[in-house]
């Protein structure tokens, strides 16, 4: 009985490790052949699990939309057939669906969009893995455990009762010797059905143990700084925390970089770079670390799979200070140090540096947890008008939220959370550009080199807080030659 009741409330400390670091949603903004639409998926915390989905059509000229989960092994050819979703009663240009996603792994939400003007399809590429424990709320366990209690008071009744009074015939005395016999038996029944309970306490912790041996949890990287005049070089190993290899397949380049290394310090988070560190070997990545002043740092490195899984590695290293002036090993790395932190509501504005600045206009005044927001953003010149932006690392704009206590962090981009690389790696796959062993063939992502034509300076990042909180933002964008970064702090409710 006592085992059995630590069973229940070992459920109710279960606590809630997330992918991702803490912002397993995933939105989208993009085309589907034709059309533009905006996509939500709230991928399950448990793995078969229940994928919550929801599109809005940019136009009206939609008229149904369905979903397909394929997993990355499989392709959309051997994937199950297409759920129509749902228009939403009074919203005509909003669908919402379900879908299982099965395995655990790489996944894409294939979004098949049907209108006027034809058929086209985008692809959500979406983390599937195991995040959380459902807890038992004490009130619900409390309950349980009381009318366990009355289960077993019952049972023992039971026991008793068919051995003894039950026995004696209609208007017969209870006679004493069978009084005395059915009092042994009961005596003797309640260990084993104590015993039973035990062994239903034992089963309970084994599935759990067993459940926990396929969680999730962000893989780790090992930094290590060595230096000379000219150096202070990190080298980061990255490794798997889950008890299952999530990492079992080569990292591929995203946005043409094998890692996107975020580093955050300073008193109050405000010191941040962006850097680029070159692979060295499997899972070994070395970069030089320039600017930054000494310190300890947060970093988190994020890599894409060949098979198209994003990961965000994490760890914590002390900076010593520089013994020389460093170079940047990669052109694309950008740092910002800054004390400007702009609040972000409508009409707030950041300074970039140059005399450029950053305003932000939200869809919403007030932001809350697990709601869709735009965070849109206008880069304004020295002399306040809008100017173009060359594309940094292909896109318009690159963001970094991170919460204060550092439990969420996510790189987000004007086509929302999704990589661009991951929707390659599964168009390329669908190609059937894949080796024998499921390996993208060599050459088969689009190498596109990262220049391009301007890009606006009115830009919107689509994103939903996983809770609330407060968060900075950094967003970086690049007017001219440089890259600049802006530094907001918003309040989710
Ligand atoms: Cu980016």
């Known amino acids: 009985m006592k085992r059995w009741t630590g069973a229940v409330f070992v459920v109710a400390a279960w606590a809630v490790v997330t992918a991702h670091v803490g912002s397993p949603d995933v939105t989208f903004d993009g085309a589907a052949g034709p059309y533009g639409i905006r996509t939500i998926v709230r991928p399950p915390s448990v793995v078969p699990g229940l994928a919550e ?21 499989t392709g959309a050819a051997g994937s199950p057939s297409p759920d129509k979703m749902t228009r939403v009663a009074g919203q005509p240009r909003v669908y919402t669906g379900q879908l299982w996603l099965m395995a655990r792994g790489s996944y894409s939400v294939y979004v098949h969009v049907d209108g006027r003007k034809g058929a086209g399809t985008a692809i959500v590429p979406v983390d599937s893995f195991a995040t959380g424990r459902l807890g038992l709320s004490l009130p619900l366990g409390a309950i349980l455990v009381v009318l366990g209690g009355l289960l077993f008071a019952g049972l023992v009744t039971i026991v008793r009762a068919s051995s003894g009074e039950s026995l004696v015939p209609p208007g017969e005395a209870f006679d004493p010797a ?14 084993i ?5 035990f062994g239903g306490a034992r089963w309970w912790n084994s599935v759990d143990a067993d459940y926990q041996r396929t969680m999730f949890h962000p893989p780790v990287a090992a930094a290590t700084i060595t230096g000379d005049s000219a150096h202070r070089t990190m080298r980061l190993v990255l490794r798997d925390t889950a008890e299952f290899r999530s990492i079992f397949v080569p990292v591929a380049p995203d946005h043409g970089k094998m890692m996107h290394l975020f580093l955050v310090g300073g008193q109050n988070m405000d010191v941040f770079a962006h850097l680029h560190p070159v692979e060295r070997d499997s899972l070994v990545f070395v970069g030089e670390v320039p600017w930054l002043p000494a310190g300890p ?6 890599v894409m799979l060949d098979n198209g899984l994003t990961l965000t590695a994490t760890d914590t290293v002390g900076l010593p200070q520089m013994l020389g002036a460093v170079v940047p090993s990669d052109s694309d790395d950008s740092w910002a140090s800054t004390s400007a932190v702009a609040l972000g509501a409508t009409g707030a504005s950041a300074p970039l540096g140059g005399g450029y600045s950053l305003t932000m206009s939200n869809s919403s ?8 927001v735009d965070l849109s953003f206008t880069v304004r010149d020295p002399t306040g008008s809008v100017v173009p932006l060359r594309p940094y690392l292909g896109m318009a704009a690159h963001a970094v939220v991170i ?24 168009r390329a796959r669908d190609a059937g550009d894949t080796t024998l062993h499921g390996r993208l063939k060599p050459g088969s992502l689009d190498a596109r080199p990262m220049t391009g034509m301007p890009m606006s300076g009115q830009f919107t990042l689509p994103y939903e807080f996983p809770k609330p909180g407060r968060y900075r933002l950094w967003v970086q964008v690049k007017p001219a030659q440089e890259v600049l970064t802006g530094v907001f702090d918003v309040t989710v409710r």
């Open 365 to 372: 005044e007030t932001i809350g947890a697990r709601t869709p």
């Open 403 to 426: 919460r204060d206590d550092q439990s969420v962090f996510v790189h987000l981009h004007p086509m929302g959370t999704v990589s661009t690389t991951a929707q390659q790696v599964f």
């Open 193 to 197: 059905l104590a015993l039973a309970v």
């Open 178 to 191: 069978l009084r005395k016999r059915s009092n042994a038996i009961t005596a003797i029944s309640i260990p």
């Open 297 to 302: 740092y947060r970093l988190f490195a994020d």
């Open 53 to 73: 989905v929801i599109v809005r059509a940019a136009s009206d000229d939609v008229d149904s939309v369905s979903i397909q989960p394929v997993f990355w092994r």
